[in-house]
């Protein structure tokens, strides 16, 4: 009997030892082998971060999608869900790249035309506007009387968008083209779609516009055109213009910094959306290629 508790005491003796060691060791750290095999392993498992795929250019081609930078017109959830609607509509009409000096027809529904439908063609002259407030104004000359429309970029009552000559112009606005004679702004209604090479640079159209004598609807004098030929005025003129020039604003940063959105910004804008806008255009890029291609027949 005294031997069966003897070796009872030392069994229960060894299991507390055994019991203590076990908890012990939890605490201790792991070996230098086992702890760099944990981190070849974390670092085989950590994904590479994606590289941004938004071309530089998206500024340019999706003016529309980057806010207002005056700070008391900001709200971003406004500006999230606008750019959301703009996505949907632009699933529905093909809206093709475009700058101010292109040539363009667009097809609107009207309940008093014959077809229900009318069709404008002429040159972009100005394009403002940002979100779903984003317009553009196309002039041309029908019936030797000047014409312009101003069309709203996602307006609902737009069928289609075509660009029959894709061009820029020296000037960020064609405003003085009401003031140049009628040849500069006329353009054939049934004018056939010229076709860029694929990957092609935007060709920039170097003309310089010869305006009308005065009076003027603006005094141009005083603007910084660029595509604007010799006004033919007196000194006196371009006198007055140098006294009311502001050299110094182009160094101002402050001022650009303002009327600008900062890249940071525009990149995450652009981001969040050009994964989408890419989609939309391969699926059309499908489907004009499913129109173009007819399916051969046997003859029988």
């Given amino acids: 009997m005294l031997l069966r508790n003897l ?6 003796c060894g299991f507390t030892q055994v019991f203590q060691v076990s908890r012990s060791s939890s605490h201790v750290p792991l070996p230098d082998v086992q702890q760099s095999s944990d981190e070849s392993v974390s670092e085989k498992q950590v994904k590479p971060e994606r590289k941004s795929v938004v071309p530089s250019n998206s500024r340019f081609i999706y003016p529309e999608f980057l806010p207002d930078p ?19 509509r632009r699933k529905h009409i093909d809206i093709p790249e475009f700058y101010v000096g292109s040539i363009m027809a667009v097809s609107s529904s009207n309940p008093h035309a014959p077809n229900k439908a009318t069709r404008f063609v002429g040159i972009c002259i100005q394009r403002l506007g940002c979100g779903l407030r984003a317009n553009f104004t196309l002039r041309n000359v029908i019936k030797h009387i000047g014409t312009e429309m101003k069309y709203q970029l996602y307006d609902p009552t737009i069928q289609k968008i075509e660009v029959l000559r894709l061009e820029k112009r020296l000037d960020d606005e064609l405003l003085y083209l009401r003031d140049a004679p009628n040849e500069y702004s006329t353009f054939d209604e049934n004018m056939e779609v010229e076709y860029l090479p694929e990957g092609a640079p935007v060709p920039v159209n170097p003309l310089m516009v010869k305006l009308k004598p005065r009076p003027w609807r603006a005094r141009w004098e005083r603007k910084d055109m660029k595509g604007l030929a010799d006004l033919g005025l007196e000194e006196r003129f371009y006198e007055r213009a140098k006294e009311l020039a502001t050299p110094w604003e182009k160094y101002d940063l402050m001022k650009q910094y303002r009327k ?6 525009q990149k995450e804008i652009f981001a969040e959306v050009y994964s989408e806008l890419h989609e939309v255009e391969v699926m059309r890029k499908k489907l004009k290629r499913k129109k173009v291609f007819i399916k051969p027949t046997k003859n029988v």
């Fill in 7 to 12: 070796n009872f005491h030392r069994f229960q």
């Fill in 70 to 88: 005056k700070i008391e017109w900001r709200n971003s959830l406004r500006e999230k869900l606008e750019r959301m609607d703009m996505i949907q």
């Fill in 260 to 265: 600008t959105i900062p890249e940071e910004e």
